[in-house]
C-alpha cells in the first residue's frame, strides 16, 4: 500500500519534513489543511502567523480546578505542522487541528484519585492507598516510535538512524512514501493497542471525513494532512467516530492558551521525534535545506564548534575544523551514509577540535545544539490576564533581557537612586527585587536569591532562568487571581492561615513585607501579635525575634514603618527569655537546635531595638550557665555567651571550669560543658591558662571507659577548630607540660596511615571517631 496523495506523513520536528512539505503543499494547494494537533487549539493558530510571534511557542493547556493537570503541545520553526499552519494562513487557506482536544487528554489522563472522589461523592482516600500518578500526558501522547525500527537496522540509535535515511531527502513523494512504509512497518513491529490511540486515530478519521465532504466556495475541497507516520495508514483504515460519539468524549474543565517555549527545554522533552536533543542544529538544517545548502552542513556545524571554543579563550586554527570535516565525512561513509549525522559530528568535534576530550568541547557543542532561544508572543495573545501583567511588569522593570533559559546573576541595590530624575527609575531596583518576590510566593521559579559575601545589607543578589515551566506555572497561579500582584496577597494568606508557630508568622511577615504587601503586612503582624502571647516553643519564639529584628534594622530600604514591630519583638523577647530556663532540659540532639536559637536572640538582644532588655537576657542565660540540671552543652554555651559579654570575670570563670571538671564530674557531662564553652569567643578562651590545665587534669583523672565516652565529646569539640586553633592548643599544652610540646605538634601534623587508623579502632573498642 502507498501512501495517499492527501496524506504527507512526518516526525515531528524533522528539518527536512519541513522543508519538503511546504513544497509538497504548493504542489497540492489544497483548501484545507489538516495537522495533528488538538482540535480545540484551532482557533489559536491565527496567533501564530502574527509578526510578533516568534518560534519556540507551544499550546497550554490546563485545569481550572486544583491539583492544576497541565498538557504542551511545542513547535518549532523547523516543525512540519508550524510550516503547515504558516503555509495555510498566509494563503488564507483553513487549517484545523484533527487529534483529540486537549481538554479531551487531560480528561483522560486525570489520576485515578480524583475519578474515585467524583465517584464517591468526594470523600477523601486513604492517603496510603492513593494510586501512582499516570505518566505524564505529553511524552505519552508524543511517544517516539523509531527505536525499534533503530534497533533493527543496526545503526548508533535510533535519532541517527533517522536522520542518516530521512534528513538528507530532497524530493517530498520519496519522503512521503519512505516515511508512511516507516508507518506501516511499525504498526506491525511496535503496535500501540492501547484504547487512547486508537481513539485518536477515529478521531483523526471523523475529522477527515467531516473536511471533505464541507464544501468550500461551492464545491468538495482539496485536502492535505500532515500526521506522524505512525498514524498515517490509520488515516483511510481506521473506523471514524460517530459524530454523536465526538459530542459525547469525556474533556476536562480547562483553558487552552499559547506560551513561549525555549530550545532548552525542547532538548530535555524526552520522546518527542527529531531535533528535540538538538533543537538549535536542527534548525540551522532547515534553513541550510530551505536554500539547497544541506551539504555544507558539516562546515557549518564544525566552524560554529570552533567559533565557541575561541569564544571560551580556545583558539582553534582553520586547518582543525577542515581535518574535523573529512573526518566526519569519514565517519558517516563507514556507516553506510553520504552525509554526517549529529552523532558523527560530535565525534569529529571531540577528536579534532577537543583532542579527544569530550569535556573540552562539551560546552561548545551546547551551544551549537541547543543555545538559549526562547520565543515570544504578541502582547495580549490568547493568555491569561496574569500571564500578561508578568509581561507588562518585566517591561516596566526592563527585566527582558533576564528572560532567558539560562543562568544569569542579577545585583539589586534596593536604596534610591539619587542619580536620576524620575522617581519610577530612582526605585527601579527596589521594584525589581518587590516583583521577584511575589513570583518567589507564588513557586514560578523565575528567580532565586542567592547569598552574598557582604550579608546584611541593603542589596539583594539573585540568580535568574526563565524556563516553560515558568510559564505554565504562570498559568497555574491564575486561577488565584488576575495579578502577580494579587495572586502573591493570595498565596501568603494561605501561609498565614497554615502558621502554627510565631516563627512560620514572622516567616510569612518578612516576605509581605519584601513583596511590599501592606494588608498582607498587616494581617501578619496581627496573626504574630496572637501567637506570641503564648508561644510555648522557644526555637519557634526565636525565629520569631530573628526575623522582627531583620526587618526592624532592614526594613527602612522598603519604607516598613518600624513603630508596630517594635511592641511584638519586645514582647516576643519577654517571653523568650522566660522560656530559656525549661528549654535547655532536652537531649542531645535538640541542643543544637537550641543553642542556634539561643545564638539569634543573643544576636538581635543588643541591636538597641526599644523594647529588648539586654540585661533580662543575660539573667536568664547566667541561670542555664550556673545551673547543674541543664544540659551541659548549653550551660557551657551560657557561659560563653556571658563571657562575650563581660559578665563573668577571670576569678569567677576560673571557679567554675574547676567545678565543672572536677574530677567527680562524669565524663559526658564535663566533657559536653567544654564542648558548648568553646563554640564562641576563643581567642579570650586562648588566653586564659587556667581553663586548659583544668581540661587537662580533669581528662587525665578519667578512667578508660570514662576517657572512651569523653573522645566523643572532644572530638566533636575540636572539629570546629580550623587547623591554626588547633596549633594554638596543641602550643597551650605543651607549655603545661612542661616538655613535650614539639613531639605533640609533630604527633598532630602527621597523617595516620590505614595500618595506623586499623589500630586506633581497635583500640577505641568500635567508636565511630575517624
Known amino acids: 500500500m502507498t501512501c495517499p496523495d492527501f496524506c504527507f506523513p512526518v516526525r515531528h520536528f524533522s528539518p527536512a519534513a519541513a522543508v519538503l512539505v511546504e513544497r509538497w503543499l504548493e504542489a497540492r494547494n489544497p483548501d484545507v489543511v489538516l495537522i495533528e494537533a488538538p482540535a480545540d487549539a484551532s482557533g489559536l493558530f491565527k496567533h501564530l502567523v502574527h509578526e510578533h510571534t516568534k518560534p519556540p511557542v507551544a499550546v497550554l493547556a490546563f485545569t481550572t480546578t486544583r491539583p492544576v493537570r497541565s498538557v504542551v503541545f511545542p513547535f518549532a520553526v523547523y516543525s512540519p505542522e508550524w510550516v503547515a499552519i504558516r503555509w495555510a494562513l498566509d494563503r488564507k487557506k483553513t487549517v484545523r487541528g484533527i487529534d483529540l482536544p486537549a481538554l479531551a487528554f487531560l480528561e483522560h489522563f486525570k489520576p485515578e484519585d480524583e475519578e474515585e472522589e467524583e465517584d464517591e461523592d468526594d470523600e477523601e482516600a486513604e492517603e496510603d492507598d492513593a494510586p501512582e500518578a499516570p505518566a505524564d500526558p505529553t511524552r505519552t501522547l508524543l511517544d517516539d516510535p523509531y527505536k525499534t525500527i533503530a534497533r533493527i537496522a543496526g545503526d548508533l540509535d535510533h535519532a541517527s538512524w533517522w536522520e542518516r535515511q530521512f534528513e538528507s531527502l530532497d524530493d517530498p513523494e520519496a519522503y512521503r512514501q519512505a516515511a508512511f512504509a516507516l508507518g506501516q512497518q511499525l504498526r506491525v513491529v511496535a503496535p500501540r493497542d492501547d484504547a487512547l490511540t486508537s481513539q485518536r486515530e477515529r478521531h483523526m478519521r471523523w ?14 475541497p482539496v485536502v492535505a494532512v500532515v500526521c506522524g507516520a505512525f498514524h498515517a495508514p490509520a488515516l483511510e483504515a481506521a473506523q471514524a467516530l460517530s459524530d454523536a460519539e465526538v459530542a459525547a468524549l469525556p474533556t476536562a474543565e480547562g483553558v487552552l492558551t499559547l506560551m513561549p517555549f525555549s530550545y532548552e527545554r525542547l532538548s530535555s522533552q524526552g520522546g518527542y521525534g527529531a531535533g528535540n536533543q538538538a533543537p538549535r542544529w536542527f534548525e540551522q538544517r532547515y534553513w541550510l535545506g530551505l536554500a539547497g545548502q544541506l551539504s555544507a552542513a558539516p562546515a557549518r556545524y564544525l566552524s560554529e564548534a570552533a567559533r565557541q571554543l575561541r569564544l571560551e579563550g580556545q583558539m582553534r586554527s582553520s586547518a582543525e575544523v577542515i581535518e574535523a570535516v573529512r573526518l566526519a565525512e569519514g565517519l558517516a561513509s563507514m556507516q553506510g551514509g553520504h552525509a554526517a549525522v549529529l552523532a558523527e559530528l560530535r565525534d569529529a568535534a571531540t577528536t579534532c577540535l577537543g583532542q579527544g576530550d569530550a569535556r573540552v568541547v562539551a560546552k561548545a557543542l551546547r551551544a551549537v545544539e541547543v543555545g538559549h532561544a526562547v520565543g515570544t508572543l504578541p502582547k495580549g495573545v490568547s493568555r491569561t490576564a496574569l500571564q500578561d501583567d508578568f509581561t507588562s511588569q518585566l517591561e516596566r522593570l526592563r527585566l527582558e533581557r533576564w528572560r532567558a533559559d539560562k543562568e544569569q546573576n542579577l545585583e539589586l541595590d534596593l536604596r534610591e537612586d539619587r542619580s536620576v530624575k524620575a522617581a519610577e527609575a530612582a526605585f527601579r531596583d527596589r521594584d525589581r527585587s518587590t516583583f521577584l518576590h511575589r513570583l518567589d510566593v507564588l513557586g514560578i521559579g523565575f528567580g532565586t536569591t542567592a547569598v552574598r559575601e557582604q550579608a546584611g545589607t541593603s542589596k539583594e543578589l539573585w540568580r535568574l532562568r526563565w524556563s516553560p ?3 505554565i506555572r504562570l498559568a497555574e497561579a491564575s486561577l488565584i487571581a488576575d495579578s502577580v500582584e494579587h495572586a502573591a496577597a493570595f498565596a501568603l494568606a494561605a501561609r498565614l492561615e497554615a502558621a502554627a508557630d510565631v516563627g512560620q508568622a514572622t516567616a510569612v511577615l518578612l516576605r509581605a ?3 511590599t504587601l501592606a494588608d ?19 526555637a519557634a519564639a526565636a525565629a520569631g525575634i530573628d526575623d522582627l529584628a531583620t526587618l526592624l534594622r532592614y526594613g527602612s530600604v522598603r519604607a516598613v514603618d518600624p513603630a508596630p514591630l517594635q511592641p511584638v519583638l519586645a514582647q516576643l523577647h519577654l517571653r523568650a527569655c522566660l522560656l530559656l530556663h525549661g528549654a535547655t532540659v532536652c537531649d542531645d540532639d535538640a541542643s543544637r537546635a537550641i543553642r542556634l536559637a539561643m545564638d539569634r536572640i543573643h544576636d538581635a538582644t543588643f541591636l538597641g531595638e526599644e523594647g529588648v532588655d539586654p540585661e533580662r537576657w543575660l539573667d536568664a542565660v547566667a541561670q542555664v550557665s550556673h545551673s547543674d540540671s541543664r544540659h551541659p552543652f548549653l550551660s557551657g554555651y551560657a557561659t560563653a555567651l556571658l563571657i562575650e559579654r563581660g559578665r563573668i570575670d577571670d576569678e569567677d570563670l576560673d571557679r567554675e571550669v574547676a567545678r565543672r571538671l572536677s574530677p567527680g564530674t562524669e565524663a559526658d557531662i564535663g566533657v559536653a560543658w567544654f564542648e558548648g564553652l568553646v563554640q564562641r569567643n576563643r581567642a579570650a578562651l586562648f588566653l586564659r591558662r587556667a581553663l586548659w590545665a583544668c581540661l587537662s587534669r580533669y581528662v587525665d583523672g578519667l578512667d578508660d571507659d570514662g576517657f572512651r565516652r569523653a573522645l566523643l565529646y572532644l572530638r566533636r569539640a575540636f572539629a570546629t577548630f580550623p587547623p591554626g586553633e588547633i596549633r594554638r592548643v596543641v602550643a597551650i599544652l605543651g ?19 590505614q595500618a595506623e587508623v586499623e589500630q586506633a579502632a581497635a583500640d577505641l573498642d568500635g567508636l565511630d571517631l575517624l
Open 520 to 538: 498582607a503586612l498587616s494581617l501578619a503582624l496581627s496573626r504574630v501579635q496572637d501567637l506570641a502571647v503564648e508561644e510555648a516553643a522557644f
Open 735 to 753: 607549655e603545661l607540660w612542661q616538655g613535650g610540646g614539639a613531639e605533640l605538634a609533630a604527633a598532630v601534623e602527621r597523617k595516620l596511615d
Open 513 to 515: 513585607a519584601a513583596c
Open 469 to 471: 515551566e515558568c510559564e
Open 207 to 220: 475529522a477527515l471525513d467531516e473536511a471533505r465532504i464541507t464544501k468550500v466556495k461551492g464545491r468538495l
